[in-house]
């Protein structure tokens, strides 16, 4: 269940291809366009090519030069759960609803030294990050790290801001992000900010932790962390009496609602924790992809996150009595 909100109109004025698999949009809202603080994202309400209607949320690069259009950049996923697809399938013209750019990324200004961290189109809300942070003065690095030299959109634009202080890490050319290394070789009260993938996530908080480091000094924003090669499975919720398929371009989370169970979420994004459910048995494997669980809790297979997390070879029997314990 999520909180409602006003939405409004917005309309496509540009979409730019960035790469094979990036376009950049500008949208134009009716009611006006506020400047989003680095960090924000923009809800958007998207129908695919099948006519479902999906709410996803884009990370904001920032407000056109004219001060009239949010700027948003997305990678197609393969596969995608039609977020990404609809996205691109998007023309100038095109009339779609948003809500207020939204921030739970928010970068402090006040750290004596920051390390910006990129995965892919991570970048998005990087980009601003650090055009702010030089715009202070700030001691700021970006490493920036994808897959191939294709995915490093915004590089040029990266180099003339940071010169130096910019590096890339294109892993088809063998070229290898140290993680902990580079959060070891930080000042003891720096922040590190980062948007990527579940693994590299997950690298970062293992390293931050081991360090003794502050945790409100890490910040991070996950992505991607849909199953590269989803598979159906299926999920039994005696206390229902209910079983039914998770489809492969569906998460437990949707399922579940689309069976009409009401389940708690917020981030969709494996964060926060709220869609945690219990596992009662599990045939096959259960696919963690949050960041949420510690690492004990994903290998004891006793919770998992709904909005991110799957099951390999099978299926799940689950609890949707899941509370938390309180504080
Ligand atoms: S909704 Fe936040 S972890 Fe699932």
Known sequence: MRISQDWQT???RRSTPLSPTVRELELLPDAGCSRPAPGSHLPIRLTTADGRRLTRQYSLLGRSDDGLA???AVKRCQPSRGGSAAVHALVAGDVLQVLPPQNHFELSVRAPQHLLVAGGIGITPILGMAQALVARGADVRLLYAVRSADDLVYADLLRALLGERLQTFVSSQGQRLDIAAEVARLQPDAQLLLCGPAGLTRAAQAAWHAGGRPAHRLRFETFGAVATEAEPFWVDLPRHNLRFQVATDQTLLQALDANGIATL???QRGECGLCAMDV??????VDHHDVF?????RDANRRLCACVSRVRGGGIVLDTAY???PA
């Open 293 to 297: 669980l510690s690492p004990a809790e």
């Open 10 to 12: 917005a309309t496509v």
């Open 280 to 285: 009662l048995e599990v045939q096959g494997r």
């Open 265 to 267: 979420s917020d981030c």
């Open 70 to 72: 949010w700027r948003i």
């Open 323 to 325: 509370r938390p314990d």
